[in-house]
């Protein structure tokens, strides 16, 4: 992989220089390559299944036999598995891979503290999940938007929870990302990394789902005014990797994040001077301080389009410049595409 050139996907703050990139914080747990399978997720049996009695409803007001101890089991084997967990995150006894993506600690912690943002707050509707592969490696492309981007988020709990095999979605994110404090640890412990063709061919090397928003900045920064109006899909630099690895490109459509902050304003100023690509002004954002920062209760849809297959091309389709932009412009308008169908069935923006 150290031959492969590098080919930024965005072009504003996301470089896919590798000599420019934040160095990789490791992890206090083991190292390892990419994981053979996605994690094995336990199901523990139902008490009391091999008792016929058991199947039976309880009447009305009754207790059914072995209820109170089947509920202590169960209490006991969450307890005793909390306690296990703290073990391993005590002594360092756990796994990351080499891009800091922590597979424990993502399933069993950071998933249930966005879950319910995104079943209770956003309500988040997913549609077309049958549309990414069931294995190998994939690229999920999408639009951005939002001025905080939720949605990437939003998008791997839908992966994460949606999808018949359980897969994974690793996001390739700005270079300000891992640049933030916390910010930066936690994003490397969802799988995040740099939104650049090297990691990016890596990934789908393992056979993993790689997300990239192409839009960047110019998607989340975007004003109110221009909302699910897709911006320049950068230099393509996403196409060149799939073709380069033969992996289908699911293109993928959100509505509901253009209206969690309605940007009406922008800071340039201070934006300068803290060093933000922008600084947003909202109905409700500085004026309300930190009340202003709680996203508006949007109700959300993500949809995944069907494939596109890149492994009929030819190895160096890669470097076509003429074929690079027409596989661009055709995600791209797929995504356009179905964004508007879906304003158009949508009844409300919080409903």
């Given at each position: ?151 990437g988020l939003m998008m791997q709990v839908a992966v994460h929870d949606h999808h018949p095999a359980g897969r994974h979605l690793r996001l390739l994110a700005a270079d300000l990302v891992f640049v933030l404090p916390v ?42 005014s221009e909302r699910y109006k897709l911006q320049r899909f950068g230099r393509g630099g996403f196409v060149s990797t799939a073709l380069r690895q033969g992996t289908p490109i699911v293109p993928c459509s959100i509505v509901?994040?253009?209206e969690i902050y309605p940007m009406i304003g922008n800071a340039k100023t201070v934006a300068r001077l803290l060093g933000f690509p922008y600084f947003p002004i909202t109905p409700t954002f500085p004026w309300l301080g ?62």
């Open positions: 992989m150290a031959d492969a050139k590098v080919i930024p996907f965005d072009d504003d703050r996301s470089r896919g220089n590798p000599a420019q990139r934040p160095q990789r914080r490791r992890g206090s747990g083991s190292r390892r390559g990419a994981p053979d399978a996605a994690p094995v997720r336990e199901v523990q049996p139902l008490a009391g299944r091999d008792a016929p009695e058991d199947d039976v409803p309880a009447a009305s007001g009754e207790a059914q036999p072995g209820q109170g101890a089947r509920h202590e089991g169960g209490l006991e084997r969450r307890i005793a598995g909390g306690l296990s967990f703290l073990r391993r995150r005590l002594t360092g006894d756990y796994e990351v891979d080499d891009f800091g993506y922590d597979a424990e600690l993502t399933d069993q912690v950071l998933m249930s503290l966005l879950r319910p943002v995104y079943e209770k707050y956003f309500r988040v509707e997913v549609k077309g999940v049958e549309n990414i592969p069931d294995k190998g490696g994939a690229l999920i492309v999408a639009n951005h938007s939002g001025t905080v981007p939720l949605d910010v930066n640890e936690l994003a490397r412990k969802l799988g995040h990394t740099l939104a650049c063709s090297e990691d990016a061919e890596r990934l789908l090397e393992q056979g993993e789902l790689v997300g990239v928003m192409p839009e960047g900045f110019k998607g989340i920064g975007k004003p109110f509901g994040a253009e930190p009340l202003g920062a709680i996203p508006l209760p949007t109700k959300w849809t993500i949809q995944f389009g069907e494939p596109i297959a890149t492994d009929s091309y030819p190895a160096e389709a890669a470097e076509d410049p003429m074929l690079m932009f027409n596989l661009t412009d055709q995600v791209r308008e797929q995504i356009q595409h179905t964004l508007y169908k879906l304003l158009v069935q949508r009844r409300s923006v919080f409903f």
